[in-house]
């Protein structure tokens, strides 16, 4: 099993960025909407799968309509020592984001390519 790296250090840059200093020296920076799209929670997932199928039920909303503003982030906790939990201006707060994951959704040109 290959080992993932961990970061370094965490840092929200405003409400809208989370940067990320990996321990093999690589950085990240993530924008808010963008990690939002992609909360691993349950029900942020339930809404994707819903909303991928066209099965999203009357009167519910997929997601962020395009005269909402995206939530802000607000703050960050790590948890133990595999996740960070990002709290928004909505009060949303349920993602654990593994560091797995985030190292996986990183934006970076370089990332992209692998």
């Keep these: 099993m290959t080992e ?7 840092e929200l840059i405003g409400d809208q960025f989370l940067a990320i200093v990996w321990d093999d020296g690589h950085e990240s920076i993530y924008e808010g909407p963008y990690l939002r799209a992609n909360c691993p929670c349950a029900e ?4 994707r799968d819903r909303a991928a199928s066209g099965t999203s039920a009357p009167g519910t909303s997929s ?5 909402m503003a995206p939530p802000a982030l ?3 906790e790590e948890v133990g020592r595999y996740a960070v939990r990002l ?3 909505d009060r949303h707060s349920a993602g654990l984001f593994e560091w797995r994951l985030l190292r996986g959704l990183c934006p970076c040109e370089a990332c992209r390519k692998v």
């Design 87 to 89: 709290r928004w201006s």
């Design 74 to 76: 607000v703050g960050l």
């Design 4 to 10: 993932h790296p961990n970061p370094r250090s965490l």
């Design 63 to 67: 997601g962020l309509t395009l005269a």
């Design 44 to 47: 942020c997932r339930v809404k």
